[in-house]
């Protein structure tokens, strides 16, 4: 899940198809790139552990990806149901633009190690293009654009996807973008209408329908530790109707595994 641009809801899209994973029972692993660590907070993890991603990203040992993955607080006692990869400010020291390949192939050779127990993985980036999402980027298959239906929209969304076509090219072949999340879109603002227009016109079929609505139940149940699935109310179940359709293009274009 990747955006140059901060403040488009990229953390919220990324809970959203943790949650639709969660209640269709698809072992996930959530890895929290970035170092505000919202990710592991919004999955009721508390931030400050003694592992984290930044320990993995030092060294993608087997025993430092065991003591950092933990189950998320919405799975309880459901192994494997939904694991995080914990965020954490010490991982802003590989945020370095000089990052060397084999440095950024670190959380790929990590995840090789633990496939085999999950049947996703969604990596939340920073809103950057720095070492952290270079090296997000090289370890998946498929990267969703999230951006906001806003002036820079266009621009930002651009960037990120040639990032993406040029980290394929060097060091990550199997890396293809899966769509462009718009987030955050209210339906009656000529404004928004016209930017996911514009988007339209620009990317085409990339931009994924439905977009996101703009709605304050996202953040509510982000807020204490919930999933959107299971927050109560018409607009939460039209909004988990939203990230199902999201994460069923993920599953039909994704190498994912089907379930034994």
């Given amino acids: 899940m990747s955006s140059l641009k901060g403040g488009v809801g990229k953390t919220s899209v990324t809970s959203g198809l943790a949650s639709a994973a969660f209640a269709r029972g698809i072992p996930t692993l959530v890895v929290d790139m970035d170092p505000q660590a919202d990710a592991t907070t919004g999955l009721d993890i508390e931030a400050g552990r003694d592992h984290d991603v930044s320990d993995v990203l030092a060294s993608p040992r087997q025993k430092f990806l065991d003591a950092a993955i933990i189950p998320s607080g919405w799975s309880a006692d459901k192994p494997h149901a939904l694991d995080v990869l914990p965020g954490s400010p010490r991982s802003a020291e590989f945020d370095r633009p000089t990052l060397s390949d084999r440095g950024l192939r670190r959380l790929d050779e990590a995840l090789k190690k633990v496939e085999h127990l999950y049947q996703l993985v969604l990596i939340d980036c920073p809103p950057s293009l ?7 980027l090289t370890a998946s298959q498929r990267v969703a654009v999230v951006t906001e239906p806003g002036l820079f929209s266009v621009a930002a969304t651009d960037r990120a996807l040639r990032a993406a076509d040029e980290l394929r090219q060097r060091v990550a072949p199997n890396l293809q973008p899966l769509g462009i999340v718009v987030n955050r879109v209210r339906p009656r603002s000529t404004e928004h209408q ?41 607009t939460s179940a039209d909004l988990s109707g939203i990230f199902d359709s999201m994460l069923d293009r993920a599953l039909r274009t994704g190498r994912l595994r089907g379930r034994r």
């Fill in 194 to 234: 016209y930017r996911v227009k514009e988007l339209k016109d620009m990317f085409g079929p990339l931009v994924l329908n439905p977009q996101v609505p703009e709605r304050s139940v996202l953040q509510q149940a982000q807020g204490s530790g919930r999933p959107i699935h299971q927050w109560p109310g018409k």
């Fill in 130 to 136: 720095g070492g952290l999402t270079r090296t997000a």
